[in-house]
């Protein structure tokens, strides 16, 4: 079975760009949530949508945004890319209420 | 703030040894859960822990849940090279969110 897959596994980008990065879920999970994780930093909160509601968010500002699709596939969009967005970005879906399975995650680089 | 604290932030140690990384906290978990993670890749579950002062094995891997829910230890007994990797915590307050630490940086060396 097919964990869960992201893409792209590698992205580079200049300040003020745009990205989107994408998740799918492990088959049978309806809640998919995003981590951003700086070097030697653990995981830090960003959103978990369920059945295509946000159901949480962490302090990030509002050029993080996301939403997940009927077949409960996500997107992450970050505007106006800053230096300090460099971060490998992981998405994790679950099943149970808190029970996390991780992707292999996009690194995301700012220039 | 950082709820979870890990110590030791980091360990080397050689093939054969046993050790013992800590998550702390003063916040009472529902559950939590560690993870082993390696260069570049997400964090791979290794287990979770629901019951204050349950024990669960995994191999040479031994966790162990507070009494109160807010602590936890690993425990490796003779540790291979295969064990090397970045060893999160991660502790569950709501339904929807897991609040990690920054991780104990593993080497075991052959």
């Known amino acids: 079975d097919a964990g869960v897959t992201q893409s792209p596994t590698h992205l580079i980008k200049t300040r003020g760009q745009q990205v989107t990065l994408r998740c799918s879920p492990i088959?049978?999970?309806?809640?998919v949530s995003w981590y951003q994780q700086v070097l030697g930093q653990g995981p830090q909160f960003i959103f978990q949508?369920?059945?295509?509601?946000?159901?949480g968010r962490g302090n990030f500002p509002d050029r993080f945004s996301a939403r997940q699709f009927p077949n409960y596939s996500s997107e992450l969009n970050v505007n106006a890319l800053l230096l300090g967005d460099s971060a490998l970005y992981l998405c994790?879906?679950?099943?149970?209420?808190?029970?996390?399975?991780f992707g292999q995650g996009t690194r995301l680089t700012v220039v | 703030t950082q709820l979870l604290e890990q110590s030791p932030q980091f360990l080397s140690i050689q093939e054969g040894e046993n050790l013992t990384v800590y998550c702390n906290s003063s916040?009472?978990?529902?559950?939590l859960q560690w993870y082993r993670q390696e260069p570049g890749e997400g964090p791979v579950l290794l287990v979770t822990v629901v019951t204050g002062g349950e024990v669960k094995k995994l191999k040479r891997l031994t966790f162990q849940f507070g009494d109160a829910r807010k602590d936890s230890s690993l425990h490796i007994t003779a540790a291979q090279p295969g064990d090397t990797g970045l060893y999160l915590c991660a502790g569950a307050i709501s339904n929807y969110k897991l609040t990690f630490g920054k991780g104990t940086l593993l080497t075991v060396n052959p």
């Open positions: 994790a879906s679950s099943l149970s209420k808190t029970e996390a399975f």
């Open positions: 088959s049978g999970h309806k809640s």
């Open positions: 916040s009472v978990f529902s559950s």
């Open positions: 949508y369920y059945e295509k509601e946000e159901r």
